[in-house]
């Protein structure tokens, strides 16, 4: 990952030599970013390992250092060194004004990582913004802080690549770990909107949650829906111009659905060019959708380039392994062509606008029944990662990792009973986005950002409060999403939605609706029925990666230190059953166990094998 690495040496704790340092930041992201290394006395060590354009910055004044990873949108350089320089003084001069932190924090967009450095005690607080949208981690030993944006760093300085048993579990059966708990034992990961402080006399680590939605607020919910959808539409033409203009070009990444057409067709309104990218892939998605992409971009005069991606190969498997450390499947190491395409054709100085997040800001997401307490809330989120995205039963980690199943509810419903919100409906809300969302869609996006900028406008902090602050009612069946593009962009909405292959107003779309809704309700029913009709798909062939799974078990005996090797034979057998995708989400941690364990990869015995 390119990004910030730091050192924060304790008093009298020691400091590494710089030779060590330098041929671990070698190790890390890819291999050809140069790094270049900031402060190296006997408080901090700071660098940065990043391809040109990749936007950071360092200065520093007589009292402070300051480093800022990311962009404060909407404000120039100066705006965001007088910025920065008011946070410094409110946290080491007026001893940690929360409430004056937390309202900046709160109030200002951007995608960012902060560090601000003491220069008389050396001391430091790092911050990051409202979404976490830069994942970041770190590690406390007798002797230092290990800060870094790749777990890698932290891992090869300290020596210790071992895995938390607990994060293992969460990472299997809910595809992410709750809270800052990650697979790497005592390595944690920044929690959106914290603040980190470390006195290194005290040898003190502090960590505040600076701010946290309350999803049980709906301050706009007897505002009409057409007034809504005008204001949402307003502040989201602000957040695309705001995004605009950042590099050379501004590229969409644009497919079938309606986020990335609303991201396309808000550059449009606002006058901002751009151009628009769609991958396709046999057996992975219908050749419409590229097509319906095709339509979106020629509405909007848009240049449109659609790149057509082959089977991962175990390479591109491995880059992706490496870039990311198993915190994005692996099954979606193909895109690795589509950005080195990407490249290729339009150069890196580009930023690369995607529609996360529409899905969770604009539609109706709450849970498909009635939540009537913690245990239901608990047992519908486990059961809806195993349906929807694909996760082990709760059965099957129990037997892998060898944790008691009633551990594993609880570790999740402690969790759960912590939000802020009152009812069990606004908490699964609050799971969905914060604990789901923030942590495997933002890891997803900073894959990309191992290749250019990403950005994605339905995280601007104005519009996305406003949005989660408007009735479900009004978001029920689409309903504000209907009247949001029509106010944007008459011309795309009335273009065909890949999957229902229909536009917004037709009764096709309605189906369609209902289905995804039935699937929420009854999805082991609904699963049962597409087998029955379409047959069971086939988008790789799972013998290949249940056999490199066997190969790296043998190549690798400590994967079995963690994962109990009887019921793993028993869940790679063919009379098991497991969907593609649940051998996928394995599959991605046995590599990640296997690669930082052992230092090395049973991938890299496959040069030119096709994984899926």
């Known amino acids: 990952m390119p990004g910030m690495n730091l050192i924060h040496y304790f008093s009298n704790g020691g400091v590494r030599p710089a030779p060590e340092i330098s041929r671990v930041l070698t190790s890390v992201g890819m291999p050809d970013d140069p790094i270049q290394t900031l402060i190296e006395d006997r408080f901090y060590h700071l660098s940065c390992k990043a391809y040109p354009g990749y936007p950071f910055v360092f200065w520093g004044n007589n009292l402070f250092y300051f480093y800022l990873e990311g962009y404060l949108y909407g404000l120039n ?31 200002t967009d951007g995608d960012f990582l902060i560090w601000i450095g003491d220069k008389k005690n050396g001391r430091s607080a790092i911050i990051n913004d409202l979404f976490g949208r830069l994942p970041v981690y770190y590690m406390q030993s007798a002797d230092e802080v290990l800060v870094s944006r790749d777990v890698r760093f932290i891992t090869n300085v300290c020596g ?31 929690n959106p909107a914290s603040l980190l402080t470390i006195d290194p006399l005290m040898r003190r680590v502090s960590l505040r949650t600076l701010y946290s939605f309350n999803f049980s607020s709906k301050k706009y919910r007897n505002v009409k829906a057409e007034e809504n959808a005008g204001r949402l539409v307003e502040l989201f033409r602000q957040a695309c111009t705001t995004r605009a203009g950042l590099s050379a070009q501004d590229v969409v990444s644009l ?82 062509e589509f950005f080195d395409n990407i490249r290729a054709r339009l150069g890196p100085d580009l930023t690369y606008f995607t529609g996360e997040f529409g899905d969770r800001a604009l539609p109706f997401i709450r849970a498909a029944w009635p939540l009537t307490s913690l245990k239901s809330l608990t047992h519908y989120i486990l059961d809806s990662n195993y349906h929807d995205n694909f996760c082990l039963k709760i059965e099957d980690v129990a037997a892998l990792t060898g944790i008691r199943r009633e551990d594993l509810v609880e570790s999740i419903a402690d969790h759960l009973a912590g939000y802020p919100e009152e009812s069990w409906a606004d908490k699964n809300l609050h799971y969905k986005i914060y604990d789901r969302a923030f942590r495997v869609y933002n890891e997803a996006e900073d894959r990309n950002r191992c290749y250019f900028w990403s950005v994605a406008p339905f995280l601007a902090v104005n519009f996305f409060d406003y949005a989660m602050n408007c009735p479900d009612r009004q978001k029920a069946g689409y309903n504000l999403y209907k009247r949001f593009l029509s106010t944007l962009s008459p011309s795309v909405r009335r273009v065909p939605v890949s999957g229902a292959n229909a536009g917004m ?40 990666v249940i056999g490199t799974i066997e190969r790296q078990v043998v190549n690798c005996p400590e994967i079995l230190n963690y994962l109990n090797p009887e019921h793993l034979r028993r869940i790679l057998s063919p009379a098991a059953k497991y969907h593609k995708w649940h051998i996928m989400n394995l599959f991605t941690l046995v590599s990640t166990i296997e690669d930082f364990t052992c230092h090395r990869s049973s991938l890299e015995d496959f040069p030119e094998r096709v994984l899926f």
Not at 85 to 105: M, P
Not at 168 to 188: K, Y
């Open 160 to 190: 210790q690549s071992k895995f938390d048993r607990l994060g293992v579990a969460q990472q299997l059966m809910m595809g992410h770990g709750m809270g800052e708990l990650t697979p790497w034992q005592a390595i944690h990961r920044l």
């Open 505 to 544: 107003d037709s009764l096709k779309f309605f189906r369609y609706y209902l289905g995804t809704r039935l699937k929420k309700v009854r999805p082991r029913w609904t699963r049962r029925t597409k087998h029955l009709v379409k047959g069971e798909d086939s988008f790789f062939p799972q013998a290949e």
């Open 255 to 336: 497919s079938g659905g309606l986020d990335s057409r609303s991201v396309a067709a808000g550059l449009a309104a606002s006058g901002r060019p751009f151009t628009a990218v769609t991958f396709y892939k046999a057996a992975y998605q219908k050749r419409e959708e590229s097509q319906i992409a095709r339509t979106v971009a020629n509405l909007l005069d848009s240049p449109f380039h659609l790149i057509e991606v082959r089977e991962a190969t175990a390479p591109a498997v491995l880059k992706l392994l490496r870039l990311k450390n198993g915190q994005n499947n692996l099954g979606m190491a193909f895109l690795i």
């Open 77 to 107: 350089q100066k705006e965001m060194q007088t910025a920065l320089e008011y946070l410094a003084e409110v946290i080491f001069l007026q001893d940690k004004n929360t409430n004056r932190i937390s309202a900046w924090v709160s109030n």
